[in-house]
């Protein structure tokens, strides 16, 4: 294995495996097999600097949408930045994706530091990168000096060397999901599966992502949290299998339903590129650790050539 730190950009070869992470937004910035890519990557790295542009990042302190960006402890309040009309979404301005991290580099590791203030909190978080053959693995942990809401994921949207989700499968097994506002997008509550919303049984991602559910509603496709059974996610392609594992309860799914403007290397289309699934806490519930806590999440990605 070879890890090599250029600027902002750090490049992880381990054999035909290569993966390059970058400072901003403690990021996966591409993973390739061989020649193949497996992310939804700017052509222009430079896209990734923009405030609106979440692929591969970190994501938090606090991941989906806040309404009014208020966060209440104790009768205390917190207002996070807001990025949509009366909204803060993963966190605005202030949100990891936008920060540069420090850099450290052991032998199979990449370690990102930062520590954030928001008011009187003062969060320390650090974001580890681990690789062992075709696997990524990323743990979590934060520290904060007064309680806070922590919810933190990763934003890789995956191709799996596909041109957009066409050919896209995925299996994740859920009998409920969080609901959210058809406008505002905003997290409503759980409710049951439903036949567009069901991939207990492997399905291309495609198949029902036109359900009049779904149009009717301002995601246009998928942009939902699934409850899960087992905290296991599966991808394939033609190509490619990638299993998903983490100590995270929910899974959201985003399949790159809105036009951003990005020109990205797996695709000529402008949306519907790829999927991302962000693993994370419970949107409606999301974990307030106190004073001195450890929050501690891991994610790892898994690929296998078929």
């Not at 405030?51 to 991941?63: A, S, V």
């Not at 966190?91 to 920060?99: A, E, P, R, T, V």
């Not at 949306?271 to 949107?283: P, Q, W, Y």
């Amino acid at each position: 294995m070879n890890i090599v730190k250029n600027g902002q950009y750090i490049e992880i070869t381990n054999n035909d495996f290569k993966v390059t992470l970058s400072s901003l937004g403690a990021s996966i910035v591409s993973i390739y097999i061989g020649d193949d890519i497996l992310t939804m990557t700017p052509i222009n790295l430079e896209e990734l600097n923009r405030k609106d542009i979440y692929y591969g990042k970190t994501i938090g302190p606090i991941t989906n949408r806040v309404k009014d960006g208020l966060i209440k402890i104790d009768n205390k309040e917190y207002h996070l930045p807001l990025n949509e009309v009366g909204i803060s979404n993963h966190s605005g301005d202030i949100g990891l994706s936008n920060q540069l991290f420090n850099v450290d580099i052991d032998i199979d590791k990449v370690i990102f530091t930062y520590i954030e203030h928001i008011e009187d909190i003062v969060i320390s978080y650090i974001v580890i990168y681990s690789f062992n053959d075709y696997q990524i693995r990323i743990d979590y942990f934060i520290r904060t000096n007064n309680k806070f809401v922590i919810n933190l994921t990763n934003h890789t949207f995956f191709t799996l060397n596909e041109p957009n989700i066409n050919n896209l499968s995925l299996k994740l097994d859920s009998d409920f999901y969080i609901e959210s506002d058809k406008d505002t997008l905003l997290p409503l509550s759980v409710q049951p599966i439903i036949d567009c919303l069901d991939f207990n049984n492997e399905k291309i991602i495609a198949k029902d992502i036109d359900d009049p559910y779904l149009m009717n509603h301002k995601s246009k496709g998928y942009d939902h949290s699934f409850i899960l059974k087992n905290k296991i996610v599966k991808l394939s392609s033609p190509q490619y299998e990638l299993d998903i594992s983490s100590d995270y309860e929910c899974a959201h799914i985003y399949t790159d339903n809105y036009e951003d403007g990005v020109k990205t290397k797996n695709s000529d289309v402008n949306f519907r590129r790829g999927v991302a699934i962000e693993m994370t806490d419970n949107i409606l519930s999301r974990p307030v650790i106190d004073k001195d806590e450890v929050y501690q999440r891991y994610i790892i990605y898994s690929f296998k050539k078929k």
